[in-house]
């Protein structure tokens, strides 16, 4: 089956820089990695996600990049900012979306 | 919006007994899923369903779990005789469409606490 590594598991920045965490995937049928935001006791919210027929997706602050032959994805998030702050989740799905694999998770801290 | 809802929010239960926690996913959404988080560790996979059956399970869904869609809303999970390690925040989440992939949207989930 798919097996999901995600790091770092823990990252610190000052507020205004970049953050990136990266994630790898085993399985080359998954083709849909989603990234989850969960706050403190709180639900996993979903805050991008990539197909595999795209290398790079980008909303405003945050982006995802896909390099399929790697089996890697990574989120970027730019000029962060102290409500950035949470645990992230890449997970990854293939077409038939029987199950998503989560990665370990990353806890975010954006100093002010 | 559409929500997945969870009942209860926290659990305390005796160890050794039963537990149902209850789902309710969104209305038009074909797959279900049953996810366990515990505390500060990573979301584990524990079950789907699609179509009235179970689709696929994880090693962690033993005999003692069992899932079911007793009416055309909910979806519950049900834990036999619980165990300590069995505490956990459990997520149940939801998606639209069949044989392409979109978002799985999850409850706020249900913190099930045995003692």
């Known amino acids: 089956g798919e097996n999901v590594e995600q790091h770092p598991s823990t990252l610190s920045v000052q507020e205004g820089d970049s953050a990136v965490i990266k994630c790898t995937y085993s399985d080359s049928a998954s083709n849909y990695f989603p990234w989850y935001k969960q706050e403190l006791g709180k639900r996993p919210q979903l805050i991008i996600d990539?197909?595999?027929?795209?290398g790079e997706k980008k909303d405003q602050r945050i982006a995802v990049t896909l390099n399929k032959t790697a089996k890697h994805f990574s989120l970027h998030i730019t000029e962060t900012q102290p409500e950035d702050s949470a645990v992230y989740f890449c997970?990854?799905?293939?077409?038939?979306?029987?199950?998503?694999?989560f990665g370990t998770g990353t806890s975010l801290t954006v100093i002010p | 919006e559409p929500e997945v809802t969870q009942t209860p929010s926290h659990q305390v239960t005796q160890m050794g007994q039963e537990v149902i926690l209850r789902c309710v996913p969104i209305s038009n959404h074909l797959y279900f899923y049953w996810y366990r988080q515990i505390l500060g560790q990573k979301v584990e996979f524990l079950v789907s369903f699609y179509n009235n059956e179970i689709s696929e399970k994880s090693e962690i869904f033993d005999d003692q779990f069992s899932v079911e869609r007793p009416d055309g809303s909910n979806f519950t999970l049900k834990i036999r005789s619980t165990k300590l390690e069995d505490s956990a925040m459990y997520f149940c989440?939801?998606?639209?469409?069949?044989?392409?992939?979109?978002?799985?949207?999850f409850g706020q989930g249900t913190r099930l606490t045995v003692v």
């Open positions: 990539i197909r595999s027929n795209v």
């Open positions: 997970a990854a799905s293939s077409h038939t979306g029987n199950q998503f694999y």
């Open positions: 989440a939801s998606t639209s469409l069949q044989g392409s992939v979109t978002e799985a949207f």
